[in-house]
C-alpha cells in the first residue's frame, strides 16, 4: 500500500472530539502533539487476538462486540516515510499496526541527533507519554519486530527502572542455532 493510500485512509476517520481534546490537555498533551506532524483520529477498531495487528471496523458492523474506538495515528519509518498506521485504545493500553509494517510510533525520530547527555534514544511506555513529550523518542507498537531495529540504535532511554527491566527482556534475542558441518562439507570449502 502506498503512502497515499495510507494517509487517505486515516483522513476517512473521524476528528478527534471536544471530550478527547479536554483528556489529552488534561493529561498535560500540548495541542501541536497532536496535529503535528500528522493530525491525529479516532476510529472503531478491532484488535487481532494474538498479534499486534488490527482491522478497521465497518460503519454497518456498529454492534460488534468486540469492537472499540481507539486512536490512530500515523506511523513513520526511520527516513521519515508513511509506512502503517497505528491504533491505541487509552482505554485498554493495546497497541496495534493495520498493515503490520510498523514496529514503533514515532520511527522518524530514530536516527535524528539526540541531544540527550548520553545520546540516547528515549522510548515511551505508551502513546499518552511519547505525545506529553511532543512526540519525541519511540514507542513500541510489535516488541518482536522492533528488538532488532533497536538494538541496533542503542542506547535507550526510559523513565524509570521496571520499564527498562521489562524492555531488557522484551528485546531480548536468542542466538541462532547453529549447525556442524559433516567434516565432508567442512574440507571442501
Not at 498506521?85 to 493500553?93: Q, T, Y
Not at 513500541?140 to 522492533?146: K, L, S, T
Amino acid at each position: 500500500m502506498t503512502p497515499h493510500e495510507i494517509e487517505k485512509r486515516l483522513y476517512a476517520c473521524s476528528y478527534l472530539r471536544a471530550i478527547d481534546l479536554s483528556r489529552f490537555s488534561a493529561a498535560g498533551v500540548p495541542i501541536t502533539a497532536l496535529y503535528q506532524p500528522d493530525i491525529l483520529a479516532r476510529a472503531q477498531i478491532e484488535f487481532a487476538e494474538q498479534l499486534p495487528l488490527f482491522e478497521f471496523v465497518d460503519a454497518k458492523a456498529e454492534g460488534l462486540a468486540s469492537a472499540s474506538w481507539a486512536m490512530i495515528f500515523i506511523a513513520r519509518d526511520g527516513f521519515g516515510e508513511i509506512s502503517d498506521l497505528v491504533a491505541w485504545s487509552p482505554k485498554s493500553g493495546r497497541l496495534a499496526a493495520w498493515l503490520g509494517a510498523a514496529c514503533l510510533l514515532g520511527g522518524e525520530n530514530i536516527f535524528l541527533p539526540r541531544l540527550n547527555p548520553v545520546g540516547a534514544l528515549i522510548v515511551h511506555r505508551s502513546p499518552l507519554e511519547w505525545l506529553q513529550a511532543g512526540r519525541k523518542g519511540v514507542v513500541i507498537v510489535d516488541d518482536i519486530a522492533a528488538g532488532d531495529l533497536l538494538s541496533l540504535t542503542g542506547p535507550l532511554e526510559v523513565r524509570d527502572r521496571g520499564y527498562g527491566a521489562h524492555l531488557r527482556r522484551a528485546l531480548a534475542r536468542p542466538a541462532p542455532r547453529i549447525v556442524i558441518a559433516p567434516p565432508s562439507l567442512a574440507r571442501a570449502a
